[in-house]
């Protein structure tokens, strides 16, 4: 599968809440986030852009740590947990829909900066990269039904956002 960050170094991005409406329509899994800004990555998997969101909840509701096959956790200078990389909940987005979020300027720059320090490092890019590998050939060529359950559905969404282009 080629994977690669999109203009290959990592940037973040916000996603129009219209779209997100639209997924959300199609797959309950789809992030709403009503009212807030949703923030990621993009990166191209094949023929096709995902947005993969973050979090500032890094854990779940129940205090236990997401699924590490699905997750990147994001850490501060000292070592804690602040936010972590869904790509169980990544979702294909064509071109218009994204933005590029200016981090200097944005009144959660410091928040997003420690965010963006760590996404940004190459160790932490080696295993954005293998975890998509990872969940994308669990999904679509082994059919692990686990993954599957709480994974968005990539080729439902694929439809829809090649439907979107057309609008």
Same mark, same amino acid.
């Given at each position: 599968?080629?994977?690669?960050?999109?203009?290959?170094?990592?940037?973040? =991005?916000?996603?129009?809440?219209?779209?997100?409406? !639209?997924?959300?329509q199609y797959d309950f899994r789809v992030?709403?986030?009503?009212?807030?800004?949703?923030?990621?990555?993009?990166?191209?998997?094949?023929? !096709?852009?995902?947005?993969?969101?973050?979090?500032?909840?890094?854990?779940?509701?129940?205090?236990?740590?997401?699924?590490?096959?699905?997750?990147?956790?994001?850490?501060?200078?000292?070592?804690?947990?602040?936010?972590?990389?869904?790509?169980n909940n990544m979702i294909p987005v064509?071109?218009?829909? =994204?933005?590029?979020?200016?981090?200097?300027?944005?009144?959660?720059?410091?928040?997003?900066?420690?965010?963006?320090?760590?996404?940004?490092?190459?160790?932490?890019?080696?295993?954005?990269?293998?975890?998509?590998?990872?969940?994308?050939?669990?999904?679509?060529?082994?059919?692990?039904?686990?993954?599957?359950?709480?994974?968005?559905?990539?080729?439902?969404?694929?439809?829809?956002?090649?439907?979107?282009?057309?609008?």
């Open positions: 599968m080629k994977i690669h960050l999109k203009d290959n170094k990592i940037a973040l =991005y916000d996603i129009e809440s219209d779209y997100r409406q !639209y997924l959300f992030n709403l986030k009503l009212g807030r800004r949703f923030v990621g990555i993009i990166v191209g998997i094949e023929d !096709y852009t995902y947005f993969i969101p973050l979090t500032s909840k890094p854990l779940r509701k129940n205090g236990k740590r997401r699924n590490p096959r699905t997750t990147v956790e994001i850490y501060n200078e000292s070592h804690e947990i602040i936010a972590a990389l869904l790509i064509p071109q218009g829909v =994204y933005k590029k979020i200016d981090i200097n300027n944005d009144k959660y720059k410091d928040y997003l900066n420690n965010e963006y320090i760590y996404l940004k490092k190459q160790s932490t890019r080696e295993e954005i990269e293998r975890k998509i590998n990872n969940v994308v050939n669990a999904i679509f060529v082994k059919k692990d039904e686990f993954l599957t359950s709480f994974c968005c559905d990539y080729l439902k969404l694929q439809a829809l956002c090649d439907q979107w282009k057309y609008k």
